[in-house]
């Protein structure tokens, strides 16, 4: 089992920043592929960016890039989301996920936190 707690959502201007962060317990950290996801109102969740369990490659949401940042410590077990030049439509709740990374699925998700962008 991977427990998952994200933190660093709340209310942003139009432009702003915000960081979001994932505190990871449990199992082996660095044996997991981490992801951020979102959901919006009335939208299907959607994957923002994931980070290999090594950090070495990363991915990110075309809606995102240039804009989003993903890193992870190992030694803090901590994944992180760097968000930049926020518009109203990141506005979500932001998700967390852990996959093993022999596996194709995220299997371990946090409660989410809420980023809402708006002036």
């Known amino acids: 089992q991977v427990q998952l707690v994200e933190s660093g959502g709340g209310l942003v201007q139009p432009g702003g920043s915000l960081r979001l962060s994932c505190a990871a317990s449990g199992r082996t950290f660095s044996s997991y592929d981490m992801g951020w996801f979102r959901q919006a109102p009335g939208k299907e969740r959607a994957l923002v960016a994931t980070?290999?369990?090594?950090?070495?490659?990363?991915y990110y949401a075309d809606s995102v890039k240039g804009r989003f940042t993903i890193s992870r410590d190992n030694a803090k077990n901590t994944v992180y989301l760097q968000m930049h030049s926020l518009k109203p439509e990141d506005s979500a709740v932001y998700y967390c996920?852990?996959?093993?990374?022999?596996?194709?699925?995220?299997?371990?998700w946090g409660q989410g936190t809420q980023v809402t962008v708006s002036s």
């Open positions: 996920a852990a996959r093993y990374y022999m596996d194709d699925e995220y299997a371990y």
């Open positions: 980070i290999r369990w090594s950090g070495d490659a990363t």
